[in-house]
């Protein structure tokens, strides 16, 4: 007999697209096939040399008296170790010049809990029975934000403007003419890079939304997993930002640590205690693992070395042999075009006048194991708005081996091309 949920339930616990990504790639890691293409996940790649200072870490937390049980066996405060939220402010502090300490610095369990906190916290239902909902300026956005709200929908999008910047690749920018802060507008959001298509708001869009924000009395939330100054996954100039109606929030995964769950929010001394509270109630406390073993990295700046001079060349070579085999292997027999690559791990295809759909596509990929994501599921907030576009594009992973990118593209290619009849 089924039982009845809850309209929490059924936002958060009938499906979504970030359960479907997740689903297919612990489906698709558990099989083991060897012909599998996993580019669809945002799991990152395995860096030699950072699983090496990763080891040299671990090695020295339990061999130093007390380290275990600050790693393993003691519950930190729900908003995050102390020593750890003091490593933060000192490194923002003494690099950037921001003016914070602990009390603007926060941690989570893992990124997207931080959003999850973050969006019902400012957004949905308000004491007086209003709804406020978060802005997006720019979409496509990152897929996990999108079932969050734990009263319905939380999101109201721009159309973004599209400039054509080379004979196959464009750019997303902010139609500013567009965006408009109503009153129920509890904050504005956007990632950056931004997850799926590699997009870099420049330092004038970030002022200028930051402005925007200020004017209106609501926070800018800034989603940094992939940006600067750690991991540093960003080729592009883009200056770190924060202010103070700046949310800015920050994860130990894209270094190497997806499995520590750790995110880090920096922000309004208020919001950071809401966070803390919800922590202690959702989960009692935070995992320590991540804290631990980058404490000694934080503290001493060696974090900001590594990201710029391990991570980021890493993974920019990467983007490089992943944008060449594109170019091979799409050639001109069909009409295509790939986002401009300033950051993240993400090639994002855009097939104008696909005659199939991007879901469709998807499936086809998944039968010859190929694992990538439609691209309609980045476009919510949008769900008013008929634009084929949303149904033309995809988002494809370069963080796995280059061969086997190489050849997950070649089947990409293979299919649109079959979708257009040729």
Not at 69 to 96: C, H, K, Q, V
Not at 295 to 301: V, W
Request: with cysteine.
């Amino acid at each position: 007999m089924p039982y009845p949920f809850s309209q929490f339930g059924h936002n958060l616990g009938c499906g979504s697209g970030i359960g479907e990504l997740m689903d297919d790639l612990g489906h698709a890691m558990a099989s083991a096939s060897p012909q599998l293409k996993m580019l669809g996940g945002g799991q990152p790649a395995k860096i030699p040399e950072m699983e090496a200072v990763w080891r040299q870490q671990l090695a020295e937390i339990f061999a130093e008296p007390g380290g275990l049980d600050r790693a393993l066996t003691t519950y930190d405060p729900p908003g995050g170790n102390p020593l750890f939220l003091e490593a933060i402010a000192t490194l923002f502090r003494e690099s950037f010049g921001w003016e914070i300490g602990p009390e603007n610095v926060g941690v989570t369990s893992g990124g997207q809990t931080a959003f999850f906190f973050l969006f019902n916290l400012l957004a949905g239902t308000m004491p007086d029975g209003s709804r406020r909902k978060i802005l997006l300026p720019l979409v496509p956005e990152y897929i996990g934000y999108a079932n969050q709200g734990v009263g319905g929908d939380l999101f109201h999008a721009v159309m973004p403007l599209i400039e054509k910047t080379g004979p196959h690749e464009f750019k997303y920018r902010v139609d500013f003419e567009r965006l408009e802060v109503t009153p129920d507008i509890a904050a504005i959001c956007a990632s950056r890079p931004t997850n799926p298509t590699g997009n870099v708001l420049t330092n004038e869009e970030i002022s200028r939304l930051s402005d925007i924000a200020k004017q209106h009395g609501i926070p800018l939330i800034i989603d940094n997993a992939y940006g600067a100054p750690f991991p540093g996954i960003i080729f592009s100039d883009a200056t770190p930002f924060w202010e103070n109606q700046v949310v800015l929030t920050l994860s130990l995964s894209k270094l190497g640590l997806p499995g520590t769950r750790t995110g880090i929010v920096i922000g309004p001394p208020e919001i950071i205690r809401a966070l803390g509270s919800m922590s202690a109630i959702a989960g009692l406390a935070n995992p320590n693992m991540g804290q631990q073993i980058t404490l000694p990295l934080i503290q001493s700046g060696e974090i900001l070395r590594l990201s710029r001079e391990i991570v980021r060349p890493f993974y920019e070579e990467k983007c490089r042999l992943a944008r060449a085999a594109a170019q091979e292997v799409f050639g001109e027999g069909i009409e295509w075009f790939m986002h401009r690559s300033e950051g993240a791990l993400f090639l994002w295809l855009w097939f104008p006048g696909l005659p199939i759909s991007s879901q469709e596509l998807y499936e086809r990929l998944k039968k010859r194991e190929v694992l990538v994501i439609p691209g309609h599921h980045f476009f919510f907030g949008l769900e008013d708005t008929d634009w084929s576009h949303r149904h033309e594009c995809l988002r494809v992973s370069y963080a796995m081996e280059a061969s086997v990118v190489r050849e997950g593209l070649r089947i990409i290619a293979e299919e649109v091309g079959r979708a257009y009849g040729r």
